[in-house]
């Protein structure tokens, strides 16, 4: 994202004289292109839409997207309106006369920015000419066979052409280009080779064969600087568009990406270093009420707890009290997104907890997307079943009421022997009785398609956490994104998210990880990985991570078993936490919060939230050798806890000078000595 309030931040050699020195926003248009504007696709979306209302609040009507049109999106997400601007009316009005659907209007999100949208399908007609003048720009051609590529051509080719219709009438402004993504990048270098007098920076979320490559389970950081590069993308038949995201890359005044290991990345991948790494945040809100995300938990935590009774229903033998949620979510990337070493981890985990015989129960989440026919039926009537004795319950509550009422009316104590007729004792032990369960509580929540290859159902039938009685450790996989209007799971993901204890994302692949800063500015703790974006932002700038509730496994210099012996000991420490503990480490996860913020983001440079001065110095320190209740509380921690004492010192440490964290030049970069 650009920030500030002049055109400094892109000051490297090359650009035109005006963009090398202090301009103020007023004589500035910046305009950001992706595939995503309005067109919820993946993580880009998030970026866009979070930083949508600081980015409009510096730059005002000066701040425009640009993306695809398409019509329901239009319908439910855009306020068509015309352009204030004279320069972008004058160039929309231009473009619609020649024969294209360009609409402009308010992107209905905080911040409401300007968007300019093209019809794709529309200009299809064109598709042919435009493949022969990216030819002749950067001597990529594309198949016909790719759609999509054809697609972000005709996108490019119209990006570059409002560009400079906008540059012809701009008059006095100077315009400024970000694109997102090769998605993005034809537009960029159309621009480039057509010489228009705009700034322009592409910004990588990540490397299009490194996806690629990691996905095949290659041994990627190991040897980042041992690929052949243009072998391996034309093996994988995406050799047009690593050309297109290089020549991109190379065309642009300025190279950002999101993360410092994704900088390493992209210099061996597309062979050129970041200028500037722009960690991705979010739009962060705080409570008037300190705590009432505390509050929140509690009370998303006792839904989840509704459906944990339902879903293990004549196997509830554990106490609700005492029984720890944790998550994984995202993409169904079983290697990439460290659901196999959470799973192996899952498995040693079960293990220590019924070695040290505690009383601590585990429920972990698997909320990954599959392919499925529809809900499993026995776990539909485990919710059905919990809904029955609810009912039950309040029947003979509301009986048993009215004649405890009746009694002390008269005077009288009522006979406990005789306030409940036979009629109820019936009643109550027919519901008993509909509770006895054959069957051990389902392990997934839908009827999977690819059941037998299912790779998380693969791990778990080897591993054998099959939701035992004796198992501590209890999984069950929901192949569905959450909604509100399940009948099963009725929660929004965040809703979920702040019910849970833990989240874990144990990734092998995470150019950033908004899953793990989601949990952050939530107050939920989470595990995440030096392999990931959001995992190397918070060991750089948080002294402690672990006391803040980030817990960071080395999947980078260790070993795929040591990795997995790391995680089993982070959760096995969370496990032993009191509920106290618990409840002091969400406070600190939650201050984090403001390093995530898209206001404070740039201004993070130089300093380290600093270790806890409470004793313990991570909730971890003060554990005992085995996991105690949760109701224990530690008096010497008590008095050494200044939790208001603790809060402003962390909110004073992000008001620090506005920086950006630039990329050192000419540092050694180590590439790991282990795949995991």
Not at 342 to 351: D, I, K, Q, V
Not at 381 to 386: D, I, N, W
Not at 515 to 521: D, F
């Amino acid at each position: 994202m650009l920030r500030g309030r002049s055109l400094s931040v892109i000051s490297l050699s090359g650009l035109p004289r005006w963009e090398v020195e202090e301009l103020p926003v007023e004589e500035l248009l910046l305009f950001e292109v992706a595939w995503e504007v309005t067109n919820k696709v993946g993580g880009i979306y998030t970026v866009i839409q979070t930083k949508a209302k600081t980015t409009a609040d510096e730059w005002g009507d000066n701040y425009f997207l640009i993306g695809p049109y398409f019509e329901h999106n239009m319908k439910t997400q855009v306020e068509q309106c015309e352009p204030v601007n004279d320069a972008v009316r004058r160039a929309v009005d231009a473009m619609n006369k020649h024969g294209c659907q360009v609409h402009f209007g308010r992107w209905l999100i905080e911040g409401s920015p300007y968007v300019v949208l093209f019809d794709i399908g529309f200009s299809a007609w064109n598709l042919d000419r435009w493949k022969g003048d990216l030819w002749e720009a950067c001597s990529v051609g594309i198949p016909y066979h790719d759609r999509e590529a054809n697609d972000m051509l005709i996108f490019g080719s119209l990006t570059a052409w409002f560009l400079k219709e906008v540059t012809d009438h701009a008059d006095d402004k100077h315009v400024v280009a970000q694109f997102h993504e090769w998605q993005a990048g034809i537009g960029l270098i159309l621009s480039r080779a057509r010489k228009l007098p705009i700034a322009t920076i592409f910004t990588t979320h990540a490397t299009l064969l490194g996806r690629y490559l990691c996905a095949a389970n290659i041994d990627f950081y190991n040897h980042l600087d041992k690929f052949n590069i243009d072998k391996e993308a034309g093996e994988r038949q995406i050799y047009h568009r690593y050309c297109m995201e290089r020549a991109s890359v190379h065309c642009a005044h300025v190279f950002t990406t999101v993360s410092e290991i994704t900088a390493i990345e992209a210099e061996h991948m597309l062979k050129r270093k970041p200028d500037v790494v722009t960690p991705n945040g979010l739009n962060v809100k705080k409570f008037s009420a300190v705590h009432e995300f505390q509050n929140l938990h509690a009370m998303y935590k006792a839904r989840i707890q509704d459906f944990v009774r339902g879903h293990f229903y004549g196997h509830l033998d554990f106490d609700l009290e005492k029984t720890l949620f944790l998550f994984i979510a995202g993409r169904y990337e079983f290697s990439n997104k460290g659901a196999d070493i959470f799973l192996e981890s899952l498995s040693r985990l079960n293990f220590l907890l019924r070695m040290h015989k505690s009383d601590v129960t585990v429920v972990v989440f698997f909320i990954m997307p599959a392919k499925t026919n529809n809900f499993n039926v026995e776990t539909l009537k485990g919710q059905a079943v919990r809904k029955q004795l609810w009912d039950i319950a309040h029947s003979v509550k509301e009986k048993f009421g009215k004649k405890l009422y009746d009694a002390l009316l008269r005077g009288e104590i009522p006979d406990m022997n005789n306030i409940l007729d036979r009629d109820d004792l019936t009643i109550m032990k027919r519901a008993i009785f509909s509770t006895q369960r054959q069957s051990l509580p389902p392990v997934t929540t839908h009827n999977m398609i690819d059941d037998s290859t299912d790779p998380i159902l693969s791990t778990i039938r080897r591993i054998g956490l099959f939701n035992n009685r004796t198992d501590r450790v209890k999984v069950i996989l929901h192949p569905e994104f959450l909604s509100s209007t399940s009948p099963l799971l009725p929660m929004d993901y965040e809703e979920f998210v702040r019910g849970c204890h833990l989240g874990v994302f144990p990734s092998y692949y995470e150019p950033w990880g908004y899953t793990p800063a989601e949990c952050t500015v939530m107050g939920i703790p989470s595990v995440t990985t030096n392999l990931s974006g959001f995992g190397c932002f918070m060991q750089e700038h948080v002294a402690d991570p672990t006391a803040y509730g980030i817990y960071i496994v080395d999947r980078r210099f260790r070993s795929p078993d040591d990795s997995c012996n790391q995680l089993t000991q982070f959760l096995y420490g969370f496990c032993k936490q009191s509920r106290r503990q618990r409840i002091i480490q969400r406070n600190r996860t939650e201050r984090l919060s403001d390093l995530l913020d898209w206001r404070y983001l740039g201004r993070t440079e130089g300093f380290k939230y600093p270790r806890p001065s409470s004793v313990p110095p991570s909730p971890s320190g003060s554990q005992a050798s085995s996991p105690q209740s949760s109701d224990v509380e530690d008096e010497v921690e008590d008095e050494r806890y200044d939790e208001e004492k603790e809060a402003e010192r962390d909110r004073l440490n992000i008001k620090s000078p506005f920086a950006l964290s630039h990329v050192p030049r000419g540092k050694k970069k180590l590439h790991g000595e282990y795949k995991n």
